[in-house]
């Protein structure tokens, strides 16, 4: 780094990394993924093959066909498992923007900075809030009306 611009940016970069990023791609993962069929992690066959025993096993039964293609039930509990810890939220996490004491710093000028941050991310919360609630966006309301949350 040679600059304050570069300071900035390196600095950007983590916060971005490790709050609406992670937010974004490791809270969201449970809700879809812990229902195993809609993840397989790994498929233990090919696609099989016209005039295959396999294939014929597939036209047979294909749910049979499937579940052989999926990983086995230890594996299955550690993925979901896995998959639930990165999707939890702790009991005493302070969210981007929130602090615990307001008394963190007696500098006005980043208190200051601070306050316009949070005033940002209200805004920011408060569009997702009327997208989710906005019945002409298929995405957030139809089928199931899951709205968005992760940020």
């Known amino acids: 780094m040679q600059t304050v611009d570069d300071l900035?940016?390196?600095?950007?970069?983590?916060?971005?990394?490790?709050?609406?990023?992670?937010a974004a791609v490791n809270f969201g993962q449970?809700?879809?993924?812990?229902?195993?069929?809609?993840?397989p992690t790994v498929s233990r066959r090919f696609m099989p093959e016209p005039s295959?025993?396999?294939y014929a096993e597939l036209t047979k039964n294909a749910d049979l066909a499937f579940l052989k293609t999926?990983?086995?039930?230890?594996?299955?509990?550690?993925?979901?498992?896995?998959?639930?810890?990165?999707?939890m939220h702790l009991t005493d996490e302070i969210y981007l923007g929130q602090r615990?004491?307001?008394n963190w710093t007696a500098d006005d000028k980043p208190l200051e900075?601070?306050?316009?941050?949070?005033?940002?991310?209200?805004?920011?919360?408060?569009n997702i809030?009327?997208?989710?609630?906005?019945?002409?966006?298929?995405n957030r309301t139809e089928p199931v009306n899951l709205p968005y949350t992760l940020l």
Do not use: V
């Open 8 to 22: 900035i940016e390196t600095c950007t970069t983590i916060i971005w990394i490790a709050s609406a990023l992670h």
């Open 30 to 39: 449970y809700p879809y993924a812990y229902f195993h069929p809609n993840r």
């Open 52 to 54: 295959t025993t396999e």
């Open 70 to 87: 999926i990983t086995p039930q230890l594996q299955t509990m550690l993925g979901i498992a896995i998959i639930e810890t990165l999707s």
């Open 100 to 102: 615990d004491s307001l």
């Open 113 to 126: 900075a601070f306050k316009g941050f949070g005033k940002s991310l209200e805004l920011i919360e408060n």
């Open 129 to 138: 809030i009327r997208r989710n609630n906005d019945k002409k966006l298929k």
